[in-house]
């Protein structure tokens, strides 16, 4: 019978505490990581990152924007870009509108209230609206979309289609209005969901109706 006989002096009980104790984190690590796992799969990348914001850094994932105070809301003929009711931010790939309390809507009651839902905005306990648009042309994705101080409305440099400052289709070559992101909040912070895309179609196509007026001011491209 060969007996195997360690080198090494046997474990003090200080020792093999320290082990047991090292052993234990390490499998409720392991455990933890599961469990965020089999969370993001029942409840969704909104809600998780709600629980922790801190785990999406990238485009495509759930995206902490900012403090509420830094997005400062505009009437529409007091848009002006990354001032006021307007702002880019470039890691989420979109613009966030902020339209004052008394921006004037073309629709009132449970229809407005519907059309709002349909095109992501969001109305804020103070009365305010809140949109994430997507930056990308929806008739060429790789050009990206300009918003212009003048005419309060964006156009594609490439494809000159023109929509208003809501992200509605105005007039050009393209099939829908603006794509636009799930936007929410958690406390005082802005969440842009950049991995669920919102498509709308252009006001009148199908009755989809409209909800602001379009600019009368010409918009070069």
Not at 138 to 152: I, N, P, Q, S, Y
Not at 184 to 207: C, H, M, R, S
């Amino acid at each position: 019978m060969v007996q195997i006989i360690s080198s090494d002096p046997p474990l003090k009980t200080s020792e093999q505490l320290s082990r047991r104790k090292a052993l234990r984190r390490l499998t409720g690590a392991i455990v933890a990581g599961g469990v965020l796992v089999g969370l993001a799969e029942c409840i969704g990348a909104s809600q998780l990152a709600m629980l922790y914001p801190h785990i999406t850094r990238q485009f495509g994932d759930v995206l902490n924007i900012g403090d509420k105070a830094e997005f400062p809301p505009a009437t529409l003929d007091k848009l002006i870009l990354n001032e006021t009711g307007i702002f880019y931010h470039v890691l989420a790939k979109t613009f966030i509108i902020h339209l004052d309390k008394n921006t004037l809507f073309l629709l009132t009651g449970s229809l407005l209230e519907k059309q709002l839902k349909a095109e992501g905005l969001v109305r804020d306990a103070d009365g305010s609206y809140w949109l994430a648009l997507y930056q990308r042309c929806v008739t060429r994705g790789e050009a990206h979309l300009t918003f212009h101080d003048v005419c309060k409305s964006f156009k594609c440099p490439s494809c000159g289609t023109h929509f208003n400052c809501d992200g509605e289709f105005i007039d050009g070559p393209a099939p829908r209005s603006m794509d636009r992101f799930p936007l929410f909040f958690q406390n005082e912070q802005i969440l842009v969901d950049t991995g669920k895309i919102i498509q709308v179609a252009y006001p009148e196509l199908d009755g989809t109706p409209q909800l602001l007026a379009v600019p009368t001011i010409e918009c070069s491209v």
